[in-house]
């Protein structure tokens, strides 16, 4: 239906008095687009409220998670001329910024030891080292540091043992001073100081690539060398005063025989943890009496003519050789006059005759080989000198009566793994086999002990009655 709508009802006046016409349809539409507006305003206004609450609500969160910095004070690694963002390997230190020199010199002094364990650690050795030290000086120990590079030591004549275990040196150098031009006879006689002064030389737990320039200490008496990265033994074939050689945990692959052969007076011979494959170059050194090459590739034990008078240790753990290989006419086949002990853990082994003719064996360590029974174990009965075998880790161990038959077999046997054979446990119970009449003596013993406990708190429980 049709609303009539009065003509009065549609007038309006506008500020200026003067009538107008309403429509009445926009009028509507405008009403309702206005409240649209406002409600879409409110609808803004909420949104805006929740998202300004979740930005807060993160930043609470980020806040939280925010954790301070460790304190690094108690390193003392971070201070460095007063700038603590620097890296210790970076910073410049030297060994009178870590320790007190008096100065000028104590001439007394003749020994200089800094460890770096503790406290503050020395990245440069300084040139003018020589200004801060004894000019007598004999021993120079810089242990465990962040030294790079070797300098200051050409200057000190009379140091006989330089000791730079554990640090980051690359390079052998500054063993000796540069050529000497116009020399007279003072500048003669130092000519090659401290090179050839030097006795021992410990530059093990280092980066060196290149052993050569070690020729040049022509007296020196002990080597270490360990725990670098040569490849190859080179530099030492001069050296005929050298007593120990210590080249374990390097990169070496052959035993060189045109360096080892004139080390004519070397006893012990360290090259554990390498690639070697054969052991070799060493039929000249007749005076050699420990020989370690355990930890390498070995499948075979031989060229060791040279050693059967003198050899007195050998360590051959975790290789690869096996029974056939034990038994090479130059390898444990020789009949060895002073050899007491041998490691070969972790080998290949399936029995114990490699061993049998080895009367003067005092330790004998096969653990970890696939030993199976002790009819594998009988070939060291006529060893009468073994005090003490290792056997765990074979499959032979597993058996119950392990011990007792171990015993059995070798009765001089003190010691059968880590535990004392017969030995009385931290409980009092007897930890091992034993035979005859010492065992007997033993129970005799224990028992006499519990027989003194008991009657000891008889009468002590009878005091207190009569109380």
């Known amino acids: 239906d049709e609303v009539a709508v009065k003509p009065e009802e549609m ?4 500020d200026s008095g003067a009538p107008f016409m309403i429509d009445t349809a926009e009028s509507l539409k405008s009403n309702d687009d206005a409240a649209e507006d406002k409600n879409e305003t409110a609808t803004d206004n909420n949104n805006a409220t929740k998202t300004e609450e979740g930005e807060q609500r993160q930043q609470q969160k980020v806040i939280k998670k925010v954790v301070p910095p460790l304190p690094l004070d108690w390193t003392k690694m971070a201070e460095c001329n007063e700038q603590e963002d620097i890296a210790p390997a970076d910073a410049i230190r030297y060994p009178w910024d870590v320790m007190e020199f008096p100065l000028p010199p104590d001439q ?12 503050q650690k020395i990245t440069r050795m300084g040139s003018n080292l020589d200004e801060y030290v004894s ?10 540091h962040l030294i790079r590079t070797m300098e200051g030591v050409s200057k000190l004549k009379h140091l006989e043992l330089l000791e730079l275990y554990d640090n980051m040196i690359d390079e052998i150098n500054d063993l000796s001073p540069g050529e000497v031009v116009d020399k007279g006879e003072e500048e003669e006689e130092d000519d090659g100081l401290p090179a050839k002064n030097l006795r021992v030389l410990d530059i093990s737990y280092n980066v060196i690539r290149d052993m050569n320039p070690i020729s040049q200490c022509l007296n020196l008496q002990e080597l270490y060398i360990a725990q670098n990265k040569i490849k190859s033994i080179r530099g030492i074939g001069q050296l005929t005063q050298l007593r120990k050689v210590d080249l374990g945990a390097n990169r070496i692959r052959f035993m060189e025989e045109e360096e080892l052969s004139g080390l004519i007076n070397l006893e012990e011979l360290w090259l554990g943890k390498n690639k070697i494959e054969h052991i070799g170059g060493i039929s000249k050194l007749t005076k050699l009496r420990r020989l370690d090459v355990q930890s390498n590739r070995l499948t075979s034990i031989e060229n060791l003519e040279g050693q059967v008078d003198t050899l007195e240790e050998l360590y051959l753990a975790h290789n690869g050789i096996d029974v056939e ?8 086949a020789l009949p060895f006059k002073q050899l007491n002990t041998i490691d070969m853990s972790r080998n290949r082994l399936t029995d114990t005759s490699p061993f049998a003719h080895l009367t003067s064996l005092n330790e004998l360590w096969i653990s970890g080989n696939d030993i199976k029974t002790f009819d594998d174990v009988e070939y060291i009965r006529s060893l009468v000198e073994l005090d003490g075998v290792y056997l765990e880790y074979n499959p032979v161990a597993s058996d119950f009566e392990y011990r007792k038959k171990l015993v059995e077999i070798v009765p001089n046997l003190t010691q059968i793994d880590a535990t004392m054979v017969g030995g009385i446990g931290q409980h009092g119970y007897l930890t091992g086999g034993g035979s005859g009449d010492n065992l007997l003596e033993r129970m005799r013993q224990m028992q006499d002990q519990v027989i003194q406990k008991a009657a000891a708190e008889t009468e002590a429980s009878g005091s207190k009655e009569d109380e």
């Open 135 to 144: 000019d007598n000086l004999t021993h120079l120990v810089l242990r465990s």
């Open 108 to 119: 007394s002094e003749t020994h200089l030891t800094i460890v770096g364990t503790a406290g």
């Open 11 to 14: 007038m309006q006046q506008n």
């Open 325 to 332: 290989g034990a038994k090479c006419p130059t390898g444990l």
